[in-house]
């Protein structure tokens, strides 16, 4: 009986929570009528069970959460009130797979601008000159000559006096 | 903060040619008349470069230096200087593209214009005016920048 009661007394927690074979079962439920310290120990589990269960359910039942509410709302609030430098700061900070897909076509048209301005930035000085130092010449007074040589580079702008000219000055 | 730091840095840069242009300095022109002629023989040392630029065009034997002086030239604000024979010269600083600056001449006498042209003078180019005669001699002004 005391060996009986011993194997039924640990398979009284599995009983409880309804985890035992029918045939373990039918020893608990053939034990339990002859044995009141078996009984006893299974009617404390289930008032255990009851004082737990009871302000638990009830505490869920009785809560709305509301303070996750408002900190998901503040969340998305904030989301939607990004600054330039945070929308920047988002648009640089994306995910591998499209950092490459941006990184590629970003390359692609920056090395395309420095070939477009590269010849402008880096053109030697003296191509501006080359094309003609002097951009105009006006005068009444005297017949004007331009000479311009490339080698060696001289420009020289020629006045011919006429006669009044020449008398005015002597 | 660094990455705001860095993106101000690389703004600036960017910018500073364009503030580099709107912000250019004052243009040195040298300023040199000199007297051409087939009297005698010689040329002052300082006149070696323009003797051998115009000597590919003109065969004046004798180089003789009246004036050189180095003016500053703010944008578009004219500087005048006397030249002989009684003439003045006015140049103005009109544009600056990179090292090259686009500077009028004017010569004038007695308020009245004789000359005007507009040159673009980059560092180590000159242009010369010459024609007018005195005495003997031709006159060339000579403007180049250093």
Redesign the interface.
């Given at each position: 009986m005391k060996s009986e009661c011993s194997s039924v007394s640990k398979l009284l927690d599995k009983y409880f929570d309804q985890e035992v074979t029918p045939e373990e079962r039918s020893l608990v439920e053939g034990h339990l009528p002859d044995c009141p310290a078996c009984r006893m120990a299974l009617d404390s589990m289930q008032n255990l069970r009851i004082l737990i269960k009871s302000p638990v359910e009830e505490a869920v039942e009785k809560e709305t959460f509301p303070w996750v509410w408002e900190k998901i709302e503040k969340g998305i609030q904030r989301k939607e009130r990004l600054g330039l430098?945070d929308f920047?700061?988002s648009w640089l900070d994306v995910t591998p797979l499209l950092k490459r897909k941006i990184l590629i076509p970003a390359v692609a048209a920056a090395v395309i601008l420095i070939l477009i301005t590269a010849p402008l930035l880096f053109k030697k000085?003296?191509s501006?000159?080359s094309?003609?130092?002097?951009?105009?010449?006006?005068?009444?007074?005297?017949n004007?000559m331009v000479?311009e040589?490339e080698t060696?580079?001289?420009?020289?702008?020629?006045?011919?006096?006429g006669p009044e000219?020449?008398l005015s000055?002597? | 903060m660094k990455?705001?730091a860095s993106?101000f840095v690389i703004l600036i840069l960017s910018l500073s040619p364009f503030l580099g242009a709107v912000a250019f300095a004052q243009v040195q022109v040298r300023v040199r008349v000199v007297e051409a002629s087939n009297v005698g023989s010689g040329f002052d040392s300082s006149l070696r470069d323009l003797h051998?630029?115009?000597g590919?065009?003109f065969s004046f034997s004798s180089y003789r230096l009246l004036k050189d002086e180095s003016v500053s030239l703010p944008s578009n604000q004219p500087v005048s200087l006397s030249i002989p024979?009684e003439r003045s010269l006015e140049l103005t600083l009109m544009k600056q593209?990179?090292?090259?600056a686009?500077i009028r001449v004017k010569i004038t006498r007695q308020g009245?214009?004789?000359?005007?042209?507009?040159?673009?003078?980059?560092p180590g180019?000159?242009?010369?005016?010459?024609?007018?005669?005195?005495g003997e001699g031709t006159i060339i002004v000579a403007l180049s920048r250093p």
């Open positions: 430098w920047l700061k000085t003296t501006y000159p094309l003609s130092v002097v951009e105009y010449v006006e005068s009444e007074t005297y004007v000479y040589l060696p580079q001289v420009t020289v702008i020629w006045l011919f006096e000219e020449e000055t002597s | 990455r705001k993106f051998d630029q115009l590919s065009l024979p593209h990179r090292v090259t686009e009245r214009e004789l000359l005007t042209t507009l040159v673009r003078l980059a180019r000159s242009v010369s005016i010459g024609g007018p005669k005195r």
